[in-house]
Antibody, heavy 115, light 110 residues
């Protein structure tokens, strides 16, 4: 069965960077892209971006332009999302999901940004 | 403020049919497929409906989706207490060149 297992919670100071990992299993990693979605406390879902199955193409929401980097390591079936120049309003649970349709989701990674 | 408009809340009694709307525009719902997600309290979202009206394996047929013009709807028939959750519509927006989610609808079984 498909599983996406994400890295553990992070606490970061404003201005720092965070890198969240998402290890996939139960399917052919290179056949699907990975989407990244976040959810601030008590808020709705916010699409951050997507990396293609061949890891060549990425798309991201305009608000994250210049601050987000999405990569994959096919040797370990792991996707990564790095967010730079963190602010307090980046405090959220970050999710990875399989493909552009996000048919399977990771368990989420809480990133807290606080001085 | 999302480009997709959902009612913030919906409710129904057990056994009732409930619908949740998702209103968009020609650049999103009007030209692309709609997905719906269910998020139970404290859990990750789950794909409930894809490609406007298709249920993934394992999703009960009580859940159905439809799309007309620039609006989409999720219908839940025979409402059950375990259906209490937040529901989100999602679609690609050609103008924004990105995926967008509705603001979410909190469903309560009275």
């Amino acid at each position: 069965q498909v599983h996406l297992v994400q890295s553990g919670p992070e606490v970061k100071k404003p201005g720092a960077s965070v890198k969240v990992s998402c290890k996939a299993s139960g399917y052919t990693f290179t056949s699907y892209g990975i989407s990244w979605v976040r959810q601030a406390p008590g808020q709705g879902l916010e699409w951050m971006g997507w990396i293609s199955d061949d890891s060549v193409n990425t798309k991201n929401a305009q608000k994250f332009q210049g601050r987000i980097a999405m990569t994959t390591d096919t040797s370990t079936s792991t996707a990564y999302m790095e967010l730079r120049s963190l602010r307090s309003d980046d405090t959220a649970v970050y999710y990875c999901a399989r493909g552009s349709s996000a048919d399977y989701w990771g368990q989420g990674t809480l990133v807290t940004v606080s001085s | 403020q999302s480009v997709l408009t959902q009612p913030p809340s919906a409710s129904g009694t057990p056994g009732q049919r409930v619908t949740i709307s998702c209103s968009g525009s020609s650049s999103n719902i009007g030209s692309n497929i709609v997905n719906w997600y269910q998020q139970l309290p404290g859990t990750a979202p789950k794909l409930l409906i894809h490609t406007n009206n298709q249920r993934p394996s394992g999703v009960p047929d009580r859940f159905s989706g439809s799309k007309s013009g620039t609006s989409a709807s999720l219908a839940i028939s025979g409402l059950q207490s375990e259906d209490e959750a937040d529901y989100y519509c999602a679609v690609w927006d050609d103008s924004l060149n990105g995926q967008v989610f509705g603001g979410g609808t909190k469903l309560t079984a009275l």
